[in-house]
């Protein structure tokens, strides 16, 4: 089931690979003879595959109740994209977003820079009109290919990296491909731990060919590639279909049984819909219509009910992801992402990283390193010795109880007014580049007036010490701000209770 705080690392493993389609060798489908494809003319037949049994939320294979896990029918005005955690989102707009957010996989020769919707400058590659979802491919002129790493087209992908995996089951999508030369439409999977260790591609369909079906398992970097050639694929929507369990892998073409493998994956996987441009499918040509995309009605997960690690059955038709809890009582390394994210480290001498936004940040309990990086930050040490290092931007910091560093900017002054934020039993904490011209130390916890506070103030010729036990805190609370002479300060660089009255 979902194993979010242990997101991984999917840049090294996508870009260092050689290209995957150097030496691939496929195997041509043939199911003309295959008993089974009489019978499985559609998904909801009966026989050694799959049927309804009841609502929409559980269907029966081989007997077995699955229940619906995951799904998204595109029925709102916008998608649910994931924009940092916390914030609820579902789908994720590039690869690893908390990491090296990556949008091209160059060992695939890709031509295309994959754009997040709210990217300002670049075209937005996706629209939603009638419950489908599109994702368009376009040309982009000389000031969009600056802001898209050199790239010459955008487009769009979407994953359920930071919100779902699963590890067997039933997994459908229902979809119209684009048949553009140029144009390389997938729908498929990685590992969620961040190893490109295992891929199983559910389709993949190039654009100059789309009559035939590409389909993969990769183990350990290994192929085992088949094709399936004559379908209608290009033609409307058609559905396409993976069963995974312990023992075998089935691929289903508009509910027809079309390849049959046995199973050699045993790890947590997300999904992936992409529509790349270039690599195998080659290079648009002039007769590429941009305007021709890849249209996703829905995508269903169902798992085995009675499987005790499965994920939590839908409630509705549209997938909620958790809250995730980001954090976890180990040490750990956390990063955020380009949007404003919500982090609670938890337990453990955690590094947290905010990355770009307004963060909110909480080591918990440990002794914990945050950093705030770009953006107004919000950092909260907690429990433990801690340093806090708020970036960029306009931050606050506060400590929390132990003895805590801190620093406004990346370990200097940053020219920005960042905010120091004490309270009884706070420790004695640390400032290492306090601004006089920008910077506060908020002191409204205790509700004393500025004369209390200057009678609490002395020089220590390398520092400025205030005592906070002296205005109503533990013993021991003092806050030195390091290399502050005490008469450069002034009552301006204090929130007091007569201050903001």
Known sequence: MNTHSSRGHFHASLVARASRFDTLTETPLDISDDPASAELTTFYATSAAMSYAGPSQTITIDGADYVLTFGDEFNGSTVSFWNGYGNGGLWATSFSPHLDDTRSITSNNELQYYIDPDMSGLPNPFTVDQGVLTINASELDATQRQLADGYDYGSGMLSTEMTFDVSSGYIEISADVPDEQGFWSAFWMLPADGDWSSEIDIFEILGGTADTIHTNVWTDGTPDAAYLTGTDAADGFHTYGLFWDADSIQWFYDGELIRETANTITEEMFLIINLAVGGWAGDPDGTTDFGDGLSIDYVHVYELETDPNRNPAMQGDTFVPADPDVGTTQTEVINGSRWGDVIDAQAGDDTVYGDGGDDILSGGTGA?????QAGDDSLSGGAGN???IGGAGEDRLDGGAGTDHMWGGSYGADGSRDTFVFSAGSGAD????????????DLTFYGVDWS???????????????DLAALGGSAGDAVYLANVALADLTSDNFLTSDLIA
Not at 430 to 441: G, M, S
């Open 452 to 466: 209390t506070v200057q009678s609490a103030l002395s020089d220590q010729s390398w520092a400025t010490r205030l």
């Open 368 to 372: 914990d390193r945050l950093f705030g």
């Open 386 to 388: 801690d340093h806090l």
């Open 430 to 441: 640390y400032v290492h580049d306090f601004e006089v011209a920008f910077d506060l130390i």
